[in-house]
Nanobody, 124 residues
Framework: QVQLVESGGGLVQAGGSLRLSCAASGRTFSSVATGWFRQAPGKEREFVAA????????KYADSVKGRFTISRDNAKSTVYLEMNNLNPQNTAVYYC?????????????????WGQGTQVTVPS
């Protein structure tokens, strides 16, 4: 079992920044990759970014490349999502997810464990 707890969401003006955190506990040593997803009202959950624990390899959705940065602190079993130059289209609940199987994937059902989500709101 892997437990994930997100934090860092909130209300931020357009052009501003936020840093989300995802603290993992439990069988974290067996987690291969951790990803961030988001879900806006009335829309499907979509991939944002992911990182492999062992190598630090990262993958991003095209819509966030150059603005968002995913990183990890192995000692703290924590993954971060630094979000810059936010806009109203980034408003969503952001979820952290852990995958035990090999490789990074952008497909939500292939991640076995999920956090409760943290709300990010960028008013228009």
């Amino acid at each position: 079992q892997v437990q994930l707890v997100e934090s860092g969401g909130g209300l931020v003006q357009a052009g501003g920044s936020l840093r989300l955190s995802c603290a993992a506990s439990g069988r974290t040593f067996s987690s291969v990759a951790t990803g961030w997803f988001r879900q806006a009202p009335g829309k499907e959950r979509e991939f944002v970014a992911a990182i492999r624990w062992s190598t630090g390899y990262t993958k991003y959705a095209d819509s966030v490349k150059g603005r968002f940065t995913i990183s990890r602190d192995n000692a703290k079993s924590t993954v971060y999502l630094e979000m810059n130059n936010l806009n109203p289209q980034n408003t969503a609940v952001y979820y952290c997810a852990a995958r035990l199987s090999t490789g990074i994937t952008v497909t939500p059902p292939l991640y076995e464990y999920w956090g409760q989500g943290t709300q990010v709101t960028v008013p228009s």
